[in-house]
């Protein structure tokens, strides 16, 4: 009896990839609904170690930029392990990181900690869990991401004021030591994962020469494994460009939105619920954009655009808003327009590459978006430090955003036709009966013809005989 597992020829689209959904949107709320709840910590840092606005977003920006950066790694090293193992290996260095933090007496201890390993712990946990979503799932394949994600606003809606109260109650170090054995659960979403094989073109590099070198070989094999042949896919390269400006300016408002609204004279738990609000919003939008996103109406570049030109135009006007509720409705029409395009980025990867190799594309756009994310938090912290308010960070953030926005024009399919009726021009006319093969008068003019080519090499073989005979 074979014990070879089953291979797929399409995505299962449902059934144990519920499951999947399940894990990530669990991965999701304790790696970045934590990192978005940061900011509760911000002010704490600031006071307790008496240091800048832009030295204490060097802790939450490098989470940022290893946790992406890193993410190829977790892509290579799950396809040679399997998911679950990598994903619970991820989880318990979270925690390692968060708890060394907590123990933390200078910024750098808490860069180490709580920014490098519990980042690196969770580039290990966030590749492998999302990419093996558009391995389950075809049709509602943007629905299952934007449930996957809601993770990420329900658990900022959760843990902001949360968050608050065990400041008050035990003090950072105390909020940091719980928060540790929480983010231990992101064990049980490995534990989720079970693998799917799809049958699937993946290219890989080679060695064509037995007489290259050794550094030739190692570099072909480095290749192979990160899958680094995508760099020569143009869209990908396109699309990589364009994350590269989105992530400089997206992570920056759930850092210091918390901040600023502590500028602008909110009590801390003012300012807490309004980071509250604005991941509420994040969270609801991400699944209404994955229906109306699995409809087909646009395609999921457009949707992409669409909904990153909206976050560009929320931040542009953030800053303006003065009164607790014209900051609040601000803040929510920031979360909306950021939860509409949260699902896409990864939708539109499988679009560009193909299933077979999503998850490797997933790991190196993350690592390209890392750039952006290491740069973004800092520089807000710096303007801030410079001009006392938050109001020039969030301008500059919105024109990283909104530029971004401009690259994606250059996608090679950005501007091709998604909804049902092009599709339905684009499918090939039917075959005539003589050209199906598979039609009935085909069939049985293959089988006359048949008979007649049988029929001719009887008479020749009888003739043969007979004058063998003779």
């Known amino acids: 009896m074979s014990t070879t597992a089953p291979r797929d020829t399409v995505p299962p689209d449902g059934g144990w990839g519920w499951w999947i959904v399940l894990a990530a949107f669990l991965m999701n709320s304790l790696s970045y609904g934590i990192i978005r709840s940061v900011g509760v910590f911000f002010v704490e840092f600031v006071q307790f170690f008496d240091k800048s606005s832009g030295e204490v977003s060097w802790i939450s920006s490098i989470a940022i930029a290893v946790q992406q950066f890193a993410s190829p790694i977790g892509s290579a090293i799950?396809?040679?392990?399997?998911?679950?193992?990598?994903?619970?290996?991820?989880?318990?260095?979270?925690?390692?990181?968060?708890?060394?933090?907590?123990?933390?007496?200078?910024?750098?201890?808490?860069?180490?900690?709580?920014?490098?390993?519990?980042?690196?712990?969770?580039?290990?946990?966030f590749t492998p869990t999302m990419g093996m979503i558009p391995k389950y799932f075809t049709r509602r394949r943007v629905l299952a991401l934007g449930l996957a994600l809601t993770g990420n606003g329900i658990s900022s809606f959760l843990f902001s004021p949360f968050f608050q109260v065990l400041i008050d109650n035990y003090s950072w170090r105390g909020a940091l030591l719980i928060l540790s054995a929480i983010v231990l659960n992101l064990c049980v979403c490995g534990a989720l994962l079970r693998p799917t094989t799809l049958q699937g073109k993946v290219i890989k590099e080679s060695a064509k020469s037995e007489d290259a070198s050794r550094g030739q070989l190692c570099l072909r094999k480095i290749s192979s494994i990160f899958d680094l042949s995508l760099?020569?896919?143009?869209?990908?390269?396109?699309?990589?460009?364009?994350?590269?400006?989105?992530?400089?300016?997206?992570?920056?408002p759930y850092v210091h939105l918390v901040p600023h609204g502590t500028d602008l004279g909110l009590s801390s738990y003012e300012a807490a619920f309004l980071m509250s609000v604005t991941a509420l919003?994040?969270?609801?939008?991400?699944?209404?954009?994955?229906?109306?996103?699995?409809?087909?109406?646009?395609?999921?570049?457009?949707?992409l655009f669409l909904w990153n030109t909206l976050t560009g135009l929320s931040l542009l006007m953030l800053p303006f808003g003065e009164s607790y509720f014209s900051i609040?409705?601000?803040?929510?029409?920031?979360?909306?327009?950021?939860?509409?395009?949260?699902?896409?980025?990864?939708?539109?990867?499988?679009?560009?590459?193909?299933?077979?190799?999503?998850?490797?594309?997933?790991?190196?756009?993350?690592?390209?978006?890392?750039?952006?994310?290491?740069?973004g938090p800092p520089l807000s912290g710096f303007l801030r430090d410079l001009t006392g308010n938050f109001q020039a960070s969030f301008l500059l953030c919105a024109t990283f955003i909104l530029l971004g926005s401009c690259i994606l024009l250059g996608l090679p399919s950005f501007f091709s036709c998604a909804s049902s009726a092009c599709l339905k021009k684009k499918t090939p006319d039917p075959l005539t009966p003589e050209e199906d093969p598979l039609s009935s008068s085909a069939l049985i003019s293959r089988s006359s013809t048949d008979h007649s080519l049988r029929s001719s090499q009887t008479t020749r073989l009888s003739t043969v005989l007979s004058d063998s005979s003779c």
């Open 231 to 252: 760099f020569r896919n143009r869209g990908f390269v396109v699309y990589t460009i364009g994350l590269l400006f989105i992530g400089t300016g997206y992570f920056v």
């Open 281 to 303: 919003a994040d969270a609801a939008m991400r699944l209404i954009s994955g229906c109306f996103a699995d409809l087909k109406l646009l395609s999921s570049a457009q949707l």
């Open 328 to 375: 609040m409705a601000l803040g929510t029409f920031y979360g909306c327009s950021a939860g509409g395009f949260a699902p896409l980025i990864f939708a539109v990867v499988p679009d560009i590459v193909g299933v077979s190799r999503v998850t490797n594309a997933i790991g190196l756009c993350l690592m390209v978006m890392s750039f952006g994310g290491l740069l």
């Open 78 to 125: 799950s396809s040679q392990y399997g998911e679950r193992l990598v994903v619970m290996g991820g989880g318990i260095l979270s925690c390692l990181g968060i708890l060394l933090a907590s123990f933390g007496n200078s910024l750098l201890h808490l860069y180490l900690g709580l920014g490098m390993l519990t980042g690196f712990g969770w580039a290990l946990v």
